[in-house]
């Protein structure tokens, strides 16, 4: 059997309706019923209370005058109530001095009780005193079977059944054709709400038929409706227009991303370009610097040769040719002469020394010389074997950067400090970390220069763990505000007003390039800054 | 102590068989029929209704006379003691003449008494109002009022209409009912 809750709208309301009749009159027919049978067993016992009042008063003489027979006669009309199936008369010691029994019933006799009506559970009885002046000379005992009560009682439940049948009848059609009045809207809403969910049909309407609720629920659903129309034509719309708007931005995004990696590959070019130039501009000054030496070696040299004491040596040469007959003579009496052999050992030495200075010099203008060969060579080499990995000690290139911001740091006044605690020879791509440190020492000049500080220095720190190298630069110049250090990397971020923010950025690039990283520390402003180069230590190739 | 509880209960006993004007055997020396008889003397003055002026007072008691001591008037004494009928006591009398006897509203004659008053007598009884009551059907033909009559070993009356209504006296139906007949003769 289908749960109450699930059955249909129309069921529940002729069900409800049944229900309601059938319990009203259930209701009604059980009280009423119930009332029947107590008003019945009041009048039964008025009844057979006033039957035994006549049969007292009939039987009081009988009893005084001990005259049974006449008590009986009494007794006797009682055959006019059916329903009384016995009696009896007690006198006054309890024993039974007359009785009266329905023909065909068979009662059993009660022992005398007190007056008053008794309903046992198929019978009611009346015990009722008889009074003869003042004096109770006996008892009356009336019993009466409850059979017509019961026959009454079954022709109410009778007749209370047959009008429930009717009445659920008439009920149940008047509720199946009112029903519809309720249930119709219901059932039609029901369809309505089912086709739309099933086709997705938000065009149809539900159909109102009345003001009451349902004709504002059936209101509601075709609002709801509308609405949801309206809203599926604005998702639509927005779904175009952002399909559109995504397919713009997507063709956008391409070419910004074409645009970039352009942008990319001509930073690094410029990149490339810059290092080149920076160390470019490192060997002009190198050079430089060595041709005032080879300068002033020259110079050295000529100025020695130019008063050189060759001349004497000549001349000492001449006197002796010209007094080659009396050498001895001239060598001990002539005042010049004799001076020779004491001269001569002393321009020897003035000659060796001569010649030791000039040699010398000479030897400071090779070296010099083969500096500039050096340096020559190496920018010819940076230039020359771009993106070729050597073999090459830490050290080397440090000097190698500080060679080429030689000049400036001599022209400043800042002293360098060459902290190398290891020396690892590593394979690298020579240039690049050539690039980062010129560019590293050329901004700890700066630094220096700018705190004004009479104590500048520069430490270069080398020290190499298992697989990696650090190279700190290490200056006491103005340091670098907190808030800077996570921008320092930036691209285009430069305190410098002559700065293009790009020598930081390219050197971390570039150590990222080589697979390792560039990282900055300060203490804040006046604290100074050190820069790190971390590099990975490569298996190093025999020499 | 102990000897007062059972007299106690001794005399209620005695008074609950005994005091009760009821049909059971009072004496040893009564015979039933005349303990019935004394009952139904009684009983007699539950269904008759006498003219009022009858008695001088609402309290008069009702008498009941007879000419001779014997057992039926002990039992009567015995059992109208303290009773009332209508409201009234009942007082048992001896009396010698008929004319004592007209101030009775009861007469009651024994069985071998029926020669004491002539016909004359009785009517002139019946005249002043007073129930006259025969031991024995001897006594009808005589116009007693009431007469008993032995049925077996049932007690039973007859009642004379006449003499009733000679005597101004009222007989309730209930009791009619109960004779054995009614006659309307002289």
Same mark, same amino acid.
């Given at each position: 059997?289908?749960?109450?809750?699930?059955?249909?709208?129309?069921?529940?309301?002729?069900?409800?309706?049944?229900?309601?009749?059938?319990?009203?009159?259930?209701?009604?027919?059980?009280?009423?019923?119930?009332?029947?049978?107590?008003?019945?067993?009041?009048?039964?016992?008025?009844?057979?209370?006033?039957?035994?009042?006549?049969?007292?008063?009939?039987?009081?003489?009988?009893?005084?005058?001990?005259?049974?027979?006449?008590?009986?006669?009494?007794?006797?009309?009682?055959?006019?109530?059916?329903?009384?199936?016995?009696?009896?008369?007690?006198?006054?010691?309890?024993?039974?001095?007359?009785?009266?029994?329905?023909?065909?019933?068979?009662?059993?006799?009660?022992?005398?009780?007190?007056?008053?009506?008794?309903?046992?559970?198929?019978?009611?009885?009346?015990?009722?005193?008889?009074?003869?002046?003042?004096?109770?000379?006996?008892?009356?005992?009336?019993?009466?079977?409850?059979?017509?009560?019961?026959?009454?009682?079954?022709?109410?439940?009778?007749?209370?059944?047959?009008?429930?049948?009717?009445?659920?009848?008439?009920?149940?059609?008047?509720?199946?054709?009112?029903?519809?009045?309720?249930?119709?809207?219901?059932?039609?809403?029901?369809?309505?709400?089912?086709?739309?969910?099933?086709?997705?049909?938000?065009?149809?309407?539900?159909?109102?038929?009345?003001?009451?609720?349902?004709?504002?629920?059936?209101?509601?659903?075709?609002?709801?409706?509308?609405?949801?129309?309206?809203?599926?034509?604005?998702?639509?719309?927005?779904?175009?227009?952002?399909?559109?708007?995504?397919?713009?931005?997507?063709?956008?995004?391409?070419?910004?991303?074409?645009?970039?990696?352009?942008?990319?590959?001509?930073?690094?070019?410029?990149?490339?370009?810059?290092?080149?130039?920076?160390?470019?501009?490192?060997?002009?000054?190198?050079?430089?610097?060595?041709?005032?030496?080879?300068?002033?070696?020259?110079?050295?040299?000529?100025?020695?040769?130019?008063?050189?004491?060759?001349?004497?040596?000549?001349?000492?040469?001449?006197?002796?040719?010209?007094?080659?007959?009396?050498?001895?003579?001239?060598?001990?009496?002539?005042?010049?002469?004799?001076?020779?052999?004491?001269?001569?050992?002393?321009?020897?030495?003035?000659?060796?020394?001569?010649?030791?200075?000039?040699?010398?010099?000479?030897?400071?203008?090779?070296?010099?010389?083969?500096?500039?060969?050096?340096?020559?060579?190496?920018?010819?080499?940076?230039?020359?074997?771009?993106?070729?990995?050597?073999?090459?000690?830490?050290?080397?290139?440090?000097?190698?950067?500080?060679?080429?911001?030689?000049?400036?740091?001599?022209?400043?006044?800042?002293?360098?400090?060459?902290?190398?605690?290891?020396?690892?020879?590593?394979?690298?791509?020579?240039?690049?970390?050539?690039?980062?440190?010129?560019?590293?020492?050329?901004?700890?000049?700066?630094?220096?220069?700018?705190?004004?500080?009479?104590?500048?220095?520069?430490?270069?720190?080398?020290?190499?763990?298992?697989?990696?190298?650090?190279?700190?630069?290490?200056?006491?110049?103005?340091?670098?505000?907190?808030?800077?250090?996570?921008?320092?990397?930036?691209?285009?971020?430069?305190?410098?007003?002559?700065?293009?923010?790009?020598?930081?950025?390219?050197?971390?690039?570039?150590?990222?390039?080589?697979?390792?990283?560039?990282?900055?520390?300060?203490?804040?402003?006046?604290?100074?800054?050190?820069?790190?180069?971390?590099?990975?230590?490569?298996?190093?190739?025999?020499? | 102590?102990?000897?007062?509880?059972?007299?106690?209960?001794?005399?209620?006993?005695?008074?609950?068989?005994?005091?009760?004007?009821?049909?059971?055997?009072?004496?040893?020396?009564?015979?039933?029929?005349?303990?019935?008889?004394?009952?139904?003397?009684?009983?007699?003055?539950?269904?008759?209704?006498?003219?009022?002026?009858?008695?001088?007072?609402?309290?008069?008691?009702?008498?009941?006379?007879?000419?001779?001591?014997?057992?039926?008037?002990?039992?009567?004494?015995?059992?109208?003691?303290?009773?009332?009928?209508?409201?009234?006591?009942? &007082?048992?009398? *001896?009396?010698?003449? =008929?004319? #004592?006897?007209?101030? %009775?509203?009861?007469?009651? @004659?024994?069985?071998?008494? !029926?020669?004491?008053?002539?016909?004359?007598?009785?009517?002139?009884?019946?005249? &002043?109002?007073? *129930?006259?009551?025969? =031991?024995? #059907?001897?006594?009808? %033909?005589?116009?007693?009022? @009431?007469?008993?009559?032995? !049925?077996?070993?049932?007690?039973?009356?007859?009642?004379?209409?006449?003499?009733?209504?000679?005597?101004?006296?009222?007989?309730?139906? #209930?009791?009619?009912?109960?004779?054995?007949?009614?006659?309307?003769?002289?």
């Amino acid at each position: 059997m289908p749960r109450f809750r699930d059955t249909s709208v129309r069921g529940k309301l002729i069900l409800i309706n049944l229900l309601t009749t059938t319990i009203a009159l259930v209701l009604a027919g059980g009280s009423f019923i119930a009332y029947q049978q107590f008003s019945y067993r009041r009048e039964m016992a008025h009844d057979l209370g006033v039957l035994s009042q006549i049969i007292a008063f009939e039987s009081a003489s009988a009893l005084s005058f001990d005259d049974p027979s006449s008590a009986e006669h009494s007794l006797m009309s009682l055959s006019a109530q059916p329903n009384i199936i016995a009696a009896c008369i007690y006198d006054r010691s309890g024993k039974v001095f007359a009785k009266y029994v329905r023909t065909g019933a068979t009662p059993s006799w009660p022992r005398l009780q007190p007056a008053g009506r008794y309903f046992r559970s198929g019978s009611f009885e009346v015990f009722h005193p008889i009074v003869l002046d003042q004096e109770e000379t006996g008892t009356i005992y009336l019993q009466s079977d409850l059979t017509e009560m019961r026959a009454r009682t079954l022709r109410y439940v009778e007749m209370g059944g047959f009008v429930l049948l009717v009445t659920a009848l008439i009920a149940f059609l008047i509720a199946s054709r009112l029903q519809r009045l309720i249930s119709g809207p219901i059932s039609q809403l029901a369809a309505t709400v089912g086709i739309v969910s099933m086709d997705k049909n938000y065009n149809i309407r539900a159909v109102k038929q009345g003001d009451d609720e349902l004709g504002r629920l059936i209101d509601g659903f075709n609002e709801m409706l509308s609405q949801i129309q309206a809203r599926d034509a604005d998702l639509q719309r927005a779904r175009d227009e952002l399909e559109k708007r995504v397919e713009e931005r997507t063709q956008s995004l391409t070419l910004e991303v074409e645009r970039r990696e352009t942008l990319h590959r001509q930073l690094l070019e410029v990149s490339r370009q810059a290092g080149m130039a920076e160390v470019a501009t490192g060997v002009l000054h190198n050079v430089g610097n060595v041709l005032n030496s080879v300068n002033v070696s020259a110079n050295i040299v000529v100025e020695e040769v130019r008063r050189s004491k060759m001349d004497y040596l000549s001349k000492i040469g001449a006197m002796l040719k010209e007094h080659r007959a009396d050498l001895p003579a001239f060598l001990t009496e002539d005042p010049k002469g004799s001076q020779i052999p004491d001269y001569l050992p002393n321009l020897a030495a003035d000659l060796v020394a001569e010649q030791k200075t000039i040699a010398e010099e000479l030897d400071r203008l090779q070296k010099n010389i083969d500096h500039i060969k050096e340096i020559v060579s190496m920018q010819q080499s940076y230039a020359k074997i771009f993106g070729v990995a050597e073999s090459v000690a830490i050290s080397e290139l440090v000097e190698d950067a500080l060679r080429m911001n030689a000049g400036a740091l001599a022209r400043h006044e800042v002293r360098v400090i060459r902290d190398y605690r290891d020396n690892p020879t590593m394979t690298v791509e020579k240039h690049k970390v050539l690039q980062i440190l010129v560019n590293l020492i050329r901004n700890a000049k700066y630094a220096c220069d700018e705190s004004h500080s009479s104590e500048k220095q520069i430490i270069l720190r080398v020290t190499a763990e298992t697989d990696l190298v650090r190279i700190a630069v290490i200056d006491n110049g103005v340091g670098i505000p907190p808030e800077n250090l996570t921008r320092i990397f930036a691209l285009g971020f430069t305190t410098r007003k002559d700065g293009h923010g790009f020598g930081l950025h390219s050197g971390a690039l570039a150590a990222k390039e080589l697979g390792g990283s560039l990282a900055v520390h300060s203490d804040g402003p006046g604290q100074g800054a050190s820069f790190t180069i971390e590099l990975p230590l490569k298996k190093e190739f025999p020499p | 102590m102990t000897r007062i509880i059972p007299r106690i209960l001794a005399m209620g006993l005695a008074t609950l068989f005994l005091g009760w004007p009821d049909l059971s055997l009072a004496q040893a020396d009564i015979t039933r029929e005349q303990a019935l008889k004394a009952a139904f003397l009684y009983n007699f003055t539950k269904f008759v209704e006498w003219p009022p002026e009858r008695f001088p007072d609402p309290q008069s008691p009702i008498v009941i006379a007879l000419f001779k001591e014997g057992p039926v008037k002990a039992e009567l004494e015995r059992i109208t003691q303290g009773r009332k009928v209508g409201g009234r006591p009942i &007082a048992v009398k *001896l009396v010698q003449s =008929a004319a #004592q006897a007209a101030s %009775a509203h009861i007469l009651f @004659i024994g069985n071998d008494e !029926e020669g004491l008053l002539s016909k004359d007598q009785i009517e002139n009884l019946h005249r &002043a109002g007073v *129930l006259t009551v025969g =031991a024995n #059907q001897d006594f009808a %033909a005589l116009g007693w009022l @009431i007469t008993f009559v032995l !049925e077996g070993d049932k007690m039973r009356f007859q009642i004379n209409l006449y003499a009733a209504e000679h005597a101004n006296l009222k007989i309730s139906a #209930q009791l009619l009912k109960l004779a054995t007949t009614a006659t309307n003769k002289r």
